[in-house]
């Protein structure tokens, strides 16, 4: 499903409540994010739907490894040609993207959550798990990256450890990935949080890194699972923190 201008000149295609995001800059375009394996055919149908064609994606930067944010990366760093951006920390996730780091086994949150397991089965049928490892990357290394729409790199490690949020200045707006949700695909729960320890890093450290986001001042959070948040960053971050790690 795709959400046109969740801000301004960014959409949001949405599949089994996980984002990803197309920003438009000119004759050019940004993709953040990539989605389940099975998300090649949203991708195509946004684009004709924003009279687009897949040649104006210049460049693809990951806010992070984790397996169902890379879905179709591989796939179009290939067809495409175009760079995967992503930071060092979370470069071996994308070689092998079901080692990641839990704060508390996967399994327990399956069998006990029970808001989360429609959630999870979607997930399981478009084979979240399994996406093709990303074979050549580029490394963050600064703090605005040259591609459209010239984001900010907000350095937020916890949820993984080399995490990073994007901040678009003169849109009033961040991607913040999985730093901040509206909806957590391991609980089922809504509103702003962290994710759950169940594909959480290191939550002490995500609670603390958030703030780079609450620092923004931005109206509008764009987050990686749930609905975008238009009630300002700090109000956001002071509700994830007050409602802690899950
Ligand atoms: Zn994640």
Redesign the pocket.
Known sequence: MLTKDVAPGIHCVTESHVNFYLVEDGDEILLVDAGLPTSWPLLLEALTALGRRPRDIVALVL??G?F??IGIAERVRRELGVPVYIHDNDVPLTRHPRQ?ARARPLTWYLLTQFKAMPIVAGLLVRRAWWPKPVRRVERIRDDVLPVPGSPRVLFTPG??LG?CALHFPDRDAVIA??ALVTLDPYRGTTGPQI?SGA??ADEERALETIGLIAATGVGTVLV??GPAWTDGAERMVESARRRGPS
């Open positions: 806010t992070h984790h169902d944010h990641y949820h993984t995490h990935g999985d994710v594909a959480t990686g699972h």
